[in-house]
């Protein structure tokens, strides 16, 4: 094997970065579970405090590495993730709505014609990826095709933009960047509320060619608080600040308050006696400095004098002073300057009882929006400024956004990226008020109760025309310009989906994809060495490096590991050992040959090198389709297969060849063999007619498929309701209840619209789902449906309704997770579902006519796939119509693309030796060379499926009630799929070739 030093390097140092990234998992663990502990009293966990715990060494060093220190964060920012159904949180989908941002650039004109338009497109782009602009304009002409755009948007607003004479073009190009610039505005404020709310690791990404926000947001516990967070109009203010010597007395009054105010609490502490442990001492000490006032005074008289000199500098070696926490700050120009890791400290001293009633009504402190790095190179200090800003007795800001009319990114007058704003007339006038009695001073610009940005005034500012330079990069001032301008269009927000899983269901699928893994993986490692004796010690070195890699490869890359990323290992685990089968048959079949053993290692793996390529191709293709085209747990299972699909092939390919050479570099004196007594003639020199039995395998697969479309069109099948639409809750209880009695009463309760119940893994465990108040989307109707299922399901069960699953007794019920789609958002699901498989099939197919060079290779494939694909459907069919419900729904489409790739993998398998067999015997007639590539590949082909049905099977009894449908799918899929490969695929190619056969 050449360049085997290149592959042990790169072993080591992929496994050394596996290890680096994992070593962060196992801290983040640790300190979790520290956290628990000590927010847990009498097995009862607080988790508000366990919050509190590690949001107080959110920036302090908590690893150490080879003398390298990680802060909370950096170990949070870098760990392995769990997805939301293995931690639980909230999952939502929100959708600005064009129709009202077009509005608003008309300045909600009453035109007939542009509000039945406007509806038009509306209707038109449900369940599709056109655009709504386009088909906004297309309604439009068709219903006034004498009238221009520009008769209905020439307004005040638009004045310089758009007047009478503009051509429709050129308003509909505007449109569009007012649009995306509406969405992206609203990306933005969306992405700084979810950094600000709390929660660790959120993820928020805007769906490219959609007016679609996603966010998940693991671990969050007020599901009611998120979604008015997010769906909530923003809050644009202009704020006069005060100087830092005008409120020097002020910040000296309020830190003499909080000293003394900690005082007397420590004092309480000590008459009751309850003395403060010493670490307790040493944090109040750290909080509020010196219990000498003299001490505090000359700390504040040293901070008047350098504030007398103006100094400027940013000296980190002040931070580190001990000093009251009001003082312990670095002087900069204009503001109170502290290093981001005591903002928790500040808070908790700004929010005393007696600070707060020494703070005069004419003072509101903000925050900065963000940190700003130390100057000194050697410190890896970040710090955040802290505003006082000017309020008054109404406590209303001098000026907010709703004046602003445009706001955009350009340069100053040394080409530094700045932001021009224009405001309405009168928005002018107050802003030409509050730039005449602030010149010289700053104001401060707030977004949401933040400060983004608090230029310096230079003079009168008389036409609302303006221009805000600072310390911008050019994309933060691109940002702040979208903020700025998001008060001048509205760009409601709607919650299109939203999931909701509690910990304790989470807990329970973290347990169950734990023991899926390991299961199978055991299966598997007694399988491979009770088959292949030493050789399969050497496969399961390779699924070991396999499964390691995965983890840690997804740690490198920030990506959450998600229940369906667990199927997908669980799945790798026997694919990858596909590989390994191939070689080690081909090994064992030059032995049988005659050949010597390092002869046969050889010519094993070079033969079986392209079967590998191919078949690892075609899957990785499946993977990719999914990870482009799926969404939510479909995206989190591709990229895990993606992931698991390259390393199998390097752990299996490359890492094992260089094991089995160093174990056979003796040759035939090698203590190494490929087969046990139980295996050794297993399969071998079969000579099965495969072919000849063609048409009794279609007319079975025509009579089941029959059975099953009859069955879908009678029965139908069960769909999620991620395909409907509608609401879904996951009740949990004490004891077991009747489904079908409880689907009974409420469907009184529901209105009479659509209710299904159903048990979900357990009998104390039902699903019930619900179309009742699908077109409604608001959170009025979230919560009446909510409601509705309360009442209903305490007045059948006479059981109390808890919020808190972990909290749930005997006597209660507690709604353990829940989920919405609107119907929108669903037919937009159902036709990328449909879109992936379809696409699948063409790129499949034109891959095998590129590796086979024949149509009839790439059409037997294809009509192979499509019959998979029936199959599976119909299975579920007939198992709904004798009463086995599995839900139809987006983790089912990513079970019948891996199908569609496993059976795939198979079928290239056969092609690959059947190609082979042909390039030896130029002219043969057809039948032969087919029969005795099945023959020759069938050991190959019945021990990668047992295979990769065990860690299945494995996965349908242990993986939960969220992946039954997923794994009965792939069940029945891998053995259809050895069946097709077999009796539909290699037939088809016969029959399509009928001069030679």
């Not at 949070?76 to 931690?87: F, S, V």
Request: hydrophobic letters at 45%; glycine letters at 8%.
């Amino acid at each position: 094997m050449k360049n085997k030093g290149g592959v042990i390097l790169l072993t080591v140092v992929v496994s050394l970065l596996c290890v680096y990234y994992l070593s962060f998992t196992f801290v983040a663990q640790r300190i979790n579970e520290e956290a628990t502990a000590a927010a847990t009293v009498d097995n009862t966990t607080d988790y508000a405090k366990k919050q509190q715990y590690l949001d107080s060494i959110w920036k302090e060093p908590v690893y150490n590495l080879f003398g390298i220190e990680f802060t909370y964060q950096e170990i949070k920012e870098t760990e392995l993730n769990l997805g939301l159904d293995l931690r639980g949180g909230m999952h939502v989908t929100l959708e600005v709505s064009p129709v009202e941002i077009v509005k608003g650039i008309s300045g909600d004109s009453k035109d007939a014609d542009f509000l039945k338009a406007l509806d038009m497109a509306k209707e038109n782009i449900k369940g599709t990826q056109l655009d709504f602009v386009s088909e906004f304009y297309a309604s439009f002409k068709e219903l006034a095709p004498d009238k221009t755009l520009a008769s209905v948007f020439a307004t005040a607003a638009n004045r310089g933009r758009i007047n009478l004479s503009t051509p429709d073009e050129e308003v509909v190009s505007l449109i569009n960047e007012e649009v995306n610039g509406a969405i992206e505005r609203s990306f933005n404020i969306l992405r700084t509320r979810i950094d600000r709310f709390g929660t660790s690791q959120p993820n928020i990404q805007r769906l490219q060619g959609t007016g679609r926000i996603q966010i998940e947001l693991p671990g969050v516990d007020n599901p009611t608080r998120v979604r008015k967070l997010l769906q909530g109009v923003a809050k644009l203010e202009f704020w006069e600040v005060h100087e830092i010597n005008e409120i020097f007395p002020t910040l000296q009054a309020m830190n003499d308050v909080a000293v003394k105010d900690q005082q007397a609490q420590l004092s309480e502490l000590v008459v009751e006696g309850e003395e403060a442990a010493p670490a307790q001492t040493e944090n109040i000490d750290d909080l509020l400095g010196s219990d000498d006032t003299e001490a505090d005074t000359a700390s504040g008289d040293d901070l008047a004098s350098q504030l007398e000199s103006d100094s400027t500098a940013i000296d980190s070696a002040a931070m580190a002073s001990e000093v009251s926490p009001l003082f312990s700050l670095l002087q900069a120009q204009y503001g109170l300057i502290y290093n981001l890791r005591d903002t928790a400290k500040i808070n908790r001293v700004l929010k005393d009882e007696a600070v707060q009633r020494s703070i005069p009504s004419t003072i509101k402190f903000l925050w900065a929006v963000k940190p700003i790095r130390s100057q000194d190179a050697l410190s890896q200090d970040e710090f955040i400024e802290l505003y006082a800003v000017k309020t008054n007795r109404g406590g209303k800001a001098p000026l907010t956004g709703e004046v602003i009319i445009d706001a955009r990114q350009e340069l100053d007058q040394r080409s530094a990226p700045s932001i021009g704003m224009n405001m309405n007339a009168t928005g002018a006038k107050k802003w030409k008020r509050l730039t005449a009695d602030n010149i010289n001073r700053r104001i401060a610009i707030v977004l949401d109760g933040y400060v983004y940005s608090a230029p310096n005034v230079q003079g009168e500012i008389p036409n609302g025309s303006s221009q805000i330079t600072g310390n911008f990069t050019l994309e933060e001032a691109k940002d702040l310009a979208n903020i700025l301008k998001a008060g001048s269009l509205p760009a409601p927000t709607t919650i299109v989906e939203d999931v909701v899983i509690g910990p304790t269901l989470g807990k329970v699928a973290q347990g169950q994809g734990v023991m899926s893994i390991v299961a199978g993986l055991g299966i598997v490692i007694l399988f491979m060495i009770a088959y292949y004796s030493k050789g399969g010690l050497v496969a399961n070195l390779a699924l070991f490096f396999n499964v390691f890699f995965i983890l840690g490869i997804l740690a490198q890359l920030s990506a959450a590991l998600t229940l369906p990323g667990i199927a997908g290992i669980v799945l790798t685990i026997g694919m990858s050992i596909d590989a390994n089968v191939l070689i080690f048959e081909r090994i064992k079949e030059e032995l049988r040959n005659g050949a010597g053993v390092k002869q046969a290692v050889s010519s094993g793996y070079q033969k079986a090198y392209s079967s590998i390529v191919d078949a690892n191709v075609t899957t990785l293709l499946v993977g990719l389709i999914l990870y482009f085209l799926g969404q939510g747990p479909v995206k989190g299972f591709a990229i895990t297969l993606i992931i698991g699909i390259i390393c199998s092939f390097f752990s299996a390919v490359f890492i094992t060849r260089v094991v089995v050479e160093w174990m056979t570099k003796k040759g035939d004196q090698s203590k190494i063999s490929f087969s046990t007594p139980l295996s050794k003639n297993f399969l071998t020199n079969m000579n099965f007619d495969f072919i000849s039995k063609r048409k009794m395998a279609y007319i079975f697969s025509a009579v089941f498929i029959g059975i099953g479309m009859i069955a879908m069109v009678t029965k139908g099948l069960t769909y999620g309701v991620d395909f409907t639409g509608g609401r879904s809750y996951v009740v949990s209880f004490e004891k077991p209840v009747v489904s079908s009695d409880l689907k009974v009463a409420l469907s009184s309760t529901f209105d009479n619209q659509g209710v299904e119940v159903k048990t979900f893994g357990a009998d104390n465990i039902l699903k019930i789902t619900t179309s009742y108040l699908i077109n409604d989307e608001s959170d009025e109707a979230d919560a009446n449906v909510k409601k509705a299922l309360i009442s209903g399901v305490a007045d059948f069960t006479k059981l109390t309704y808890v919020q808190d699953d972990t909290k749930a007794g005997e006597g209660d019920f507690t709604i353990a997770s829940s989920s919405k789609v609107g119907a929108t958002i669903a037919d937009d699901i159902k036709n990328a579902s449909f879109e992936s498989v379809v696409f699948a099939l063409i790129v499949i197919f034109l891959y095998i006519l590129v590796r086979f060079r024949k149509w009839q290779f790439g059409l037997g494939a294809i009509i192979a796939l499509f019959h998979d694909t029936l199959f599976v459907l119909s299975a579920f069919a007939i198992a709904n119509l004798i009463g086995i419900s599995f839900e139809v729904d987006q983790v089912f489409i990513a079970a019948m693309l891996t199908i569609i790739g496993y059976s795939i993998n198979d079928t290239v398998v056969v092609f690959d030796r059947v190609r082979e067999n042909l390039g030896l015997k130029q002219g043969s007639d057809l039948k032969p060379v087919f029969n005795e590539a099945l023959n020759s590949t069938i050991s190959r082909t019945m021990i990668t499926s047992i295979t990769t049905l065990i860690v299945v099977l494995i996965l349908f009894i242990f993986g939960g009630a969220v992946l039954k449908g997923f794994s009965f799918a792939l069940i029945v899929g891998i053995l259809i799929g050895t069946y097709s490969s077999i009796f539909i695929a290699t037939p088809v190619v016969i029959d399509f070739n009928k001069k030679k056969n």
